[in-house]
Nanobody, 126 residues
Framework: VQLQAYGGGLVQAGGSLRLSCAAS????????MAWFRQAPGKERTFVAG????????AYADSVKGRFTISRDNAKNTVYLQMTSLKPEDTAVYYC????????????????????WGQGTQVTVSS
């Protein structure tokens, strides 16, 4: 699975951005799609994930109520709508494709995702 993320940029605090990630895989709908982020000097952490049409989603506590993940299986694309952005949201954002965990939930562990895109930079100025 090849993943191409785009849509990052520079935005002021309180603003919005939408990230997109296109997958080159006919069986896209079978994968859990997720977004992770990595700030300078920090580990890569889970942001949000979705399986199928959105009935099974997960969000990091730090983005709940501000970010929304969605997917269009017909377009092999997953989106991350980010609102009320904060300077601490500044990071490189990566999309990833993987599988549900053993309890049939979207996993927050990066080891559950074998496929990764190249990352897109999001910078939020104060």
């Amino acid at each position: 699975v090849q993943l191409q993320a785009y849509g990052g940029g520079l935005v002021q605090a309180g603003g919005s951005l939408r990230l997109s990630c296109a997958a080159s895989e006919r069986t896209f709908s079978n994968y859990v799609m997720a977004w992770f982020r990595q700030a300078p000097g920090k580990e890569r952490t889970f942001v949000a994930g979705v399986y199928w049409s959105g009935g099974n989603t997960a969000y990091a506590d730090s983005v709940k109520g501000r970010f929304t993940i969605s997917r269009d299986n017909a377009k092999n694309t997953v989106y991350l709508q980010m609102t009320s952005l904060k300077p601490e949201d500044t990071a490189v954002y990566y999309c990833a494709a993987g599988t549900l965990d053993t309890t049939w939930h979207v996993s927050e562990r990066n080891t559950q995702y074998p496929y990764w895109g190249q990352g897109t930079q999001v910078t939020v100025s104060s």
